[in-house]
């Protein structure tokens, strides 16, 4: 591709907003988001997800902007919009044609369009490309090209960052794949794929989280039928573990944006076409349970102690959908919180990185700064590294009583503690 290239990102969030800065670094870059407060604190070099430091925004060329219209001037436009899914559980779309819709208006002769936001197979030539069509007034493969790149960041990874994890690419025809290829092979470092096809790209991202979600669902089932057996799964897993072909999957609260969402995807495709799936929505029915599963836990624990839960106190520390980041997106946490508020449990919530004005916007729970009082359970629900370091001292003095501690992600040694639990 030219230096000339003008590279447009559409949607700057964990996975735009990065992409976005390393392009910048070669090429002029307009970034556009419809929330405009995200823009105000971008164009002051602040990352509204707290991922990136000051440092990304110094020497790249890029403009901030809520007006899709300053995005006309580029010739290679990137839409990565997040896609979530309903009540329902099925695919949302609209944030993704709201964005085509945008990108169309402004679409010029000889554009070339790249998707990143993870999809069903078809989902981009069947969905997206009529809506560019549409309102362009111009011809996808004659007018403009287009392919699908997904998106592979992982939150809070400071180590395989943008440029340090391989690329998939694909075009709707040869010469779109090279230019594709071309621009994002000046920033990738750890190479690039060329799929053969849109489908088998979008396919491959959504097969990833598929499996993954699978396999802890494995891990979940066992830990449950392993909890009733008074075995603890954490040993288990070690002693299997010793196993030079054995994969060492956790159990845990599956949530977030993309291991939760993405086999809703694919099974609303195989619906579509006739299948029925029945591994992955197996697999989703299990990890969907598990904050059922522990709230029973923390009740029966609260009764073999003669506490009523109605008059109980628990604190949940961690609300996050993964440890050490400030993304709130599908946090299982909040599924935990509400069962046991359902046993008309008080729970007091703290974390020191969800954003208590956003937890309360989206899910309507209280965060607290810090705990305010003695609890009768402690929920360990995310693996802070803060809460890593903590002693047997600091939770006793939480405690109202003997220490009750539900250790969700196994980061403590329950060697120190008398009343501990773990999946």
């Known amino acids: ?98 964005a085509s819709k945008s990108i169309g208006k402004i679409l010029k002769k000889g554009d070339t369009v790249v998707y990143e936001s993870t999809v069903y197979p078809g989902c981009t030539e069947e969905d ?26 992982v939150p809070g990874d400071k180590i395989k960052t943008v440029t340090k994890i391989l690329k998939i690419v694909s075009g709707n025809n040869p010469e779109a794949l090279d230019v594709i290829a071309t621009v994002y092979g000046s920033i990738i470092e750890a190479g690039l794929h060329k799929a053969p096809t849109i489908k088998v790209a979008e396919a491959a991202k959504v097969i990833e989280n598929t499996q993954r979600d699978i396999n802890i669902s494995l891990m979940n089932e066992l830990a449950i039928i392993f909890d ?34 993405d086999p809703f995807y694919l099974m609303h495709k195989a619906k579509k076409i006739g299948i029925d799936p029945q591994v992955i929505a197996a697999g989703r029915r299990v990890n969907d349970y598990i904050p059922t599963f522990i709230a029973k836990r923390v009740v029966q624990s609260l009764i073999e102690k003669n506490i009523n839960p109605g008059k109980a106190n628990v604190l949940v520390m961690g609300i996050t959908f993964k440890e050490d980041v400030s993304d709130i997106r599908n946090s299982k946490v909040i599924d935990l919180i509400k069962e046991l508020q359902d046993f008309s449990i008080e729970v007091e919530v703290v974390d020191p990185y969800g954003d208590p004005n956003e937890v309360w916007h989206e899910y309507k729970v209280k965060v607290q700064s810090k705990p305010t009082k003695k609890y009768d359970a402690i929920v360990l629900a995310v693996g802070h590294q803060e809460y890593k370091n903590m002693t047997y001292s600091e939770f006793e003095k939480l405690s109202n009583g003997p220490v009750n501690l539900f250790d969700i992600k196994g980061i403590l040694n329950k060697i120190d503690f008398k009343n501990y639990w773990r999946l």
Not at 53 to 79: G, L, P, Y
Not at 246 to 255: A, D, E, I, T
């Open 1 to 98: 591709m030219e230096p000339k290239t003008i590279i447009s990102v559409t949607g700057l969030g964990y996975v735009g907003l990065p992409l976005a800065l390393e392009f910048a670094k070669k090429f002029k870059v307009i970034g556009f988001d419809i929330n405009k407060d995200r823009i105000a604190l971008m164009k002051l070099g602040i990352d509204p997800s707290n991922e990136l430091s000051n440092h990304a925004f110094k020497d790249v060329n890029i403009k901030f902007t809520s007006d899709v219209e300053e995005a006309k001037v580029a010739n290679f436009h990137i839409i990565g919009v997040p896609t979530d899914i309903d009540k329902n559980k099925v695919p949302n779309l609209n944030p993704l044609i709201s």
């Open 128 to 153: 997206c490309i009529p809506v560019l069509e549409k309102y362009s007034g111009l011809k996808a493969g004659v007018d403009f090209n287009y392919g699908y790149s997904p998106e592979r960041i």
């Open 228 to 261: 009733k057996m008074g075995i603890d799964t954490q040993a288990v897993i070690e002693a299997a573990g010793t196993k030079w072909n054995f994969h060492k999957y956790q159990p845990g609260l599956v949530g977030g944006h993309c291991i939760s969402v």
